[in-house]
């Protein structure tokens, strides 16, 4: 897969060298390319923001970079389906691990980076137009720039992608894959400052261990994300026959 970013802070970036996603780089499984949006600006002080039309507070990103930046990131590009625009905004969807799948899928990604009051509304409709346009945000509260949320991104759909990981399995039963938390791990020692490993993990009955698991799970979910089971329920009503 390959990942083009463009944001105003190249730098920032600079973490996914390190680490899984790093090594994954290193390998040829991920291509990552980060893009300046001042390159794209023409003018002395390499202006991307101006004030709002209609009046009100911050900066808006002007249009005209932002055109610049797609046209020579997607240029060249003759792939189907096209490359998918991701813009991170608190505007936007919010961004579950059912995304982050599709994300993976993705034969190419760009990653468009706000920051101040956000971009243009004409660049989410041209990035529509030319390529594949989706505006997500991360959760319901709100960052300075889109740099973080695109990390978090970033990293969630790359670590998806096949031949990233070192142990694919690893994948299966984590929190969100099939819709509930994960039951909690222990390692050694046994017992460590008073406190106990559950019984049934050093039984040696895979049974037991298995259903114990799947128990913690309901009720870590009941009592910390009713809202998860909740849209199990109704996905399950909803496939009904
Ligand atoms: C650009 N401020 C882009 C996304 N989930 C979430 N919270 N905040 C954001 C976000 C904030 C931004 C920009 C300027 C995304």
Redesign the pocket.
């Known amino acids: 897969m390959r990942v083009d970013i463009v944001t105003i802070f190249p730098e920032f970036f600079s973490v996914l060298d390190v680490s899984l996603l790093g090594r994954a780089r290193a390998r040829g499984v991920l291509e990552v390319v980060v893009h300046d949006l001042r390159d794209f600006t023409h003018d002395r002080h390499r202006t991307v923001d101006d004030t709002p039309y209609g009046g009100g507070a911050g900066m808006v990103m002007r249009p005209e970079p932002w055109g610049e930046a797609l046209d020579a990131v997607l240029e060249g590009d003759a792939g189907d389906p096209p490359p998918l625009v991701v ?4 505007a ?1 969807r ?2 579950t691990q059912a995304i982050a799948r599709d994300l993976s899928r993705e034969r190419r990604l760009v990653f468009a ?7 243009d509304e004409r660049v989410v409709r041209y990035a529509a137009a030319g390529a594949r346009g989706a505006e ?11 740099e ?3 990390m978090a991104m970033i990293e969630a759909a790359g670590r998806l992608v096949p031949g990233v990981l070192g142990n694919p399995l690893s994948l299966a039963e984590e929190s969100h894959e099939e819709g509930l938390l994960e039951y909690p791990s222990y390692t050694k020692p046994a017992s460590w400052r008073g406190l106990d490993v559950p019984g049934v993990l050093l039984s040696g009955d895979h049974g037991a261990i298995a259903a114990w698991r799947r128990e913690q799970q309901l009720e870590r979910t009941r009592r910390v994300r009713p809202d998860l089971i909740a849209d199990a329920a109704a996905e399950a009503s909803a496939s009904a026959p």
């Open positions: 813009f991170p905004t608190p936007g919010i961004f980076c706000g920051r101040y009051e956000g971009i997500r945000g991360l959760g319901d509260y709100v960052l300075t720039g889109c973080v949320a695109a």
